[in-house]
């Protein structure tokens, strides 16, 4: 299985401020035939659903606002808020999809300094 | 609009049986794998099992194999997830998932609103 570890496991950011979180994967989700990196970020605000955010590591779900940015290769991705907002006030995940599995990384929750 | 509307909340005894659902609609049902994800109270997302109900093939989470089952009906566009025997340890939210591509790639696109399955004495 493929292990995913984000860090921190918490951040307390002011409003306006960027946020930023790192996820680890334990072997390369970087798939050699398509160039594409197999990983996800997803939200999930308190009571709800996660949401779907980024995908191929840096794609922007239709919808999502471009306050949200992910970066990364292989096996070291982050998630970027440019300017936290209220609304921003939730769980993110990382999740690799290379595999069927799917595992998803701990989480990191984010909240209002 | 792609919904994926799932059954009420269950409150549940040790030993009991269960069958939780999940309706989707705004899509080619047959054409999307759909399968579940656990959550357990204050802990992460754990993928539990798929379904493609254009040909009826499953996949399972190591985790999960032969403690679930799941099934759908694409008659009624309609996913299925059962247990034979709960356990408290099963106490939590179920989530009903789509993904976005056939292959063997787990991006989930879309989630239902959860049925939060509770099992106590």
């Known amino acids: 299985d493929i292990v995913m570890t984000q860090s921190p496991d918490s951040l307390a950011v002011s409003l306006g401020e960027r946020a930023t979180i790192n996820c680890k994967s334990s072997?390369?989700?970087?798939?050699?035939?398509?160039?594409?990196?197999?990983l996800a970020w997803y939200q999930q605000r308190p009571g709800q659903p996660p949401k779907l955010l980024i995908y191929w590591a840096s794609t922007r779900e239709s919808g999502v606002p471009d306050r949200f940015s992910g970066s990364g290769s292989g096996t070291d991705f982050t998630l970027t808020i440019s300017s936290l907002q209220a609304e921003d006030v939730a769980i993110y995940y990382c999740q690799q999809y290379y595999s069927t599995q799917g595992t998803f990384g701990q989480g990191t929750k984010v909240e209002i300094k | 609009e792609v919904q994926l509307v799932q059954s009420g909340a269950e409150v549940k005894k040790p030993g009991e049986s269960l069958k939780i659902s999940c309706k989707g609609s705004?899509?080619?049902?047959?054409?999307?794998?759909i399968g579940w994800v656990r959550q357990m109270p204050g802990k992460g997302l754990e993928w539990m099992a798929i379904i493609y109900p254009g040909d009826s093939k499953t996949r399972y989470s190591p985790s999960f194999q032969g403690q679930v089952t799941i099934s759908a009906d694409k008659s009624i566009t309609t996913a299925y997830l059962q247990w034979g025997s709960l356990k408290a340890s099963d106490t939590a939210m179920y989530y009903c998932t789509r993904r976005r591509y056939y292959d063997s790639s787990a991006l989930i696109d879309y989630w239902g609103l959860g049925t939060l399955v509770t099992v106590s004495s």
């Open positions: 705004g899509y080619s049902f047959t054409s999307f794998w």
């Open positions: 072997q390369s989700v970087l798939y050699s035939s398509n160039n594409k990196n197999y």
